[in-house]
């Protein structure tokens, strides 16, 4: 079974510049996550999908921040225009579905630094 | 809000020895309670949860967990390292009814030949 892919693995911008991440979770995943994974820190959870409809993105911060998850499936993380505090290992999960009890599967994450 | 914390940024062990890393929670009620590992440039990888049940929470790789409600933790264990467990270790916590891991900030394992 594939795990969860993303794309880029790095990525080195400037600040203001803007920069998008991709996921394709594990096949039949209904639910997708992206955290946010500064040095030094736990991952933080950004926005959390139900198939195609957002669950909760309320430490996402909306005004340079967004994500969609068109078809239900591949998900995009956009950061415009981007900050030096959003350096960070950005990692994206998937599970069946959202009951409580369900394993999170994450993949490699893309490591972004922003000069 | 629940809350996770994991008292010791870097633990040093040798190979061959038992290893006990630490976590305290807090949380009003019984929680979901995880452990993940993340080697370097990996994502994290499940070992072991605790839902309900047996207190005691046998995982992969040969680690073991248990949930101490009166203590709120939730310590990992493992009678005998190898070289391979070099890595980082999170411990997190669930609030019940809305699954949202809450991350601590990590142990990271080194393991000394």
């Known amino acids: 079974e594939a795990g969860v892919a993303q794309s880029p693995r790095y990525k080195i911008i400037e600040k203001r510049q803007s920069v998008a991440f991709w996921c394709n979770p594990i096949s039949g995943h209904a639910t997708l996550y992206w955290y946010q994974q500064i040095l030094g820190q736990g991952p933080k959870l950004l926005i959390q999908?139900?198939?195609?409809?957002?669950?909760?993105d309320s430490q996402l911060p909306k005004d340079r921040f967004s994500a969609e998850r068109l078809k239900g499936v591949d998900s995009t993380l956009k950061i415009q225009p981007a900050k030096l505090e959003d350096s960070a290992v950005y990692l994206c999960a998937s599970s069946l579905q959202v009951t409580g009890q369900e394993t999170q599967y994450f993949g490699p994450g893309t490591r972004l630094l922003v000069l | 809000a629940q809350s996770v914390t994991q008292p010791d940024i870097h633990i040093t062990v040798s190979e061959g020895a038992s290893l006990e890393l630490r976590c305290n929670y807090s949380y009003g009620a019984t929680p979901y309670l995880f452990w993940y590992v993340q080697s370097p440039g990996q994502g994290l990888q499940l070992l072991l949860k605790?839902?309900?049940?047996?207190?005691l929470v046998q995982g992969i790789k040969g680690f073991e967990a248990e949930f101490k409600r009166s203590q709120s933790s939730f310590n990992l264990r493992k009678p005998s390292v190898h070289w391979s467990d070099a890595a980082e270790y999170f411990c997190a916590v669930g609030a019940r009814g809305s699954y949202i891991p809450t991350f601590g900030r990590g142990t990271s394992l080194i393991v000394h030949p």
């Open positions: 605790y839902f309900s049940g047996d207190t």
């Open positions: 999908f139900q198939n195609n409809g957002v669950v909760d």
